[in-house]
T-cell receptor
């Protein structure tokens, strides 16, 4: 199994809602990532988990809250988002957190904030 | 800090024709270099990567890339494109030492259009 599975594929939420994005991989990877991608732009790194511990937070607003319950799962909890947070949210994983590591990406969750 | 430049925002190629997508990087030493492809509404898929050794790297789907230190370039090529190659292509660089995959810097991407 070489897949990173993200759910849901699409999400529409209001600014007062609370929702969660989920990501799962069964490749035994120890590093997992959240990226945000606006239309026609490259992905921007948000968070990195390594061995289930948060190792990188790229100054992301607190309305985004990551969680790594175990080595296979990565969640992104959303609360009080703004319309400018509408984007494709990509999860990725790699064997480890090394610079040479190949990233495996999920298909993303297309988020619209109304 | 490293940076990546993809000079072409859009490229249009006829099906069956050859393709070259340009990528230039800026870094103090030889970095790790990657090409990723993204189909509409999908995540990114690694096409190939270069760390050291042979400067001509073979990847998946018939793609190859050549590292040229003197030009700080890592251009992606394919001898004959197929309609299914239409996608967004990202060049990326990571520092050779220190940092991690979190240090990956993406270029702005090149949108490839295939004409029948």
């Amino acid at each position: 199994d070489t897949e990173v599975t993200q759910t849901p594929k699409h999400l529409v939420m209001g600014m007062t809602n609370k929702k969660s994005l989920k990501c799962e991989q069964h490749m035994g990877h120890r590093a997992m990532y959240w990226y945000k991608q606006k239309a026609k732009k490259p992905p921007e790194l948000m968070f990195v988990y390594s061995y289930e511990k948060l190792s990188i937070n790229e100054s992301v607003p607190s309305r985004f809250s990551p969680e790594c319950p175990n080595s296979s799962l990565l969640n992104l909890h959303l609360h009080a988002l703004q319309p400018e947070d509408s984007a494709l949210y990509l999860c990725a994983s790699s064997q480890d957190q090394g610079a040479s590591e190949k990233l495996f990406f999920g298909s993303g969750t297309q988020l619209s904030v109304l | 800090a490293q940076s990546v430049t993809q000079p072409d925002i859009h490229i249009t190629v006829s099906e069956g024709a050859s393709l070259e997508l340009r990528c230039n990087y800026s870094y103090g030493a030889t970095p790790y270099l990657f090409w990723y492809v993204q189909s509409p509404g999908q995540g990114l898929q690694l096409l190939l990567k270069y760390f050291s050794g042979d400067t001509l790297v073979q990847g998946i789907k018939g793609f190859e890339a050549e590292f040229k230190r003197s030009q700080s370039s890592f251009n992606l090529r394919k001898p004959s494109v197929h309609w299914s190659d239409a996608a967004e292509y990202f060049c990326a660089v990571a520092p050779y030492s220190g940092g991690g995959a979190d240090g990956l810097t993406f270029g702005k991407g090149t949108h490839l259009i295939i004409q029948p």
